[in-house]
């Protein structure tokens, strides 16, 4: 569960990026986050995954207060939720199996586990045969892919993805998509930025629209609402 009140965000320039968000998100929801360009929806999926922390408010992820987390816990909290970016962020010189790995490996899980965890999740993204490819070798949907297995493959509560589909054609969109919604099937919370208005007004959940730092509409089975 996330729970944010009162959140405010100013960065060191000042500019101030959200004010005043109260939220609930509960367990297994799938929430899109809607909103003009520059309205505060990356500071606040950022403010999620803990790469930024809050100026003034309290938010907790499962119980944890993760605007005040001591440094030594971060990774364990870290680890408890998923990320995936517009842009894949796949470490270029390592294998799509490689990558999948690393996430393991870094948290310290026997080597034996990593290998059978990694290939089970390649499986389920449908790309056990390109284990091997370097991502140079693969297609944007294909890196996408690659990422959400590597999001997925710690099992974590919550998956945080900012404009998934951001980068791909509206067939490899869907294709992700399907691929999401599988995942929140089973029992991930999915919190997800797009732009999409197809996506959204097709695939209904809750949606969440920031407009200059504030929430202006949360809804269930929403609409995207905006033109573009
Ligand atoms: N590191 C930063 N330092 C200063 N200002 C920032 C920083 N990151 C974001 N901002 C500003 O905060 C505001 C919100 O930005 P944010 O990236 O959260 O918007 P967004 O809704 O995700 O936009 P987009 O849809 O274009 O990705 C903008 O005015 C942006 O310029």
Known sequence: MIEMHDIWKTYADGTTALQGVNLVIDRNEFVYVVGPSGAGKSTFMKLIYREEVPTKGQISVNGFNIGKLKHRKIPFVRRNIGVIFQDYRLLPKLTAFENVAFAME????????????????????????????LPAQLSGGEQQR????????????????????????????WGIMNLLEEINFRGTTIVMATHNKEIVNTMR????????GSIVRDQQRGEYGYEI
Request: charged letters at 30%.
């Open 106 to 133: 870094v948290i310290e899980t026997p080597r034996r586990l990593i290998r059978k965890r990694t290939m089970e999740v390649l499986e389920l993204v449908g790309l056990k045969h390109k284990a091997g490819s």
């Open 146 to 173: 690659i990422a959400i297995a590597r999001a997925i493959v710690n099992n974590p509560s919550v998956i945080v993805a900012d404009e998934p589909t951001g980068n791909l054609d509206p067939e490899t969109s």
């Open 205 to 212: 959940k809750r949606v969440i629209a920031i407009e200059n």
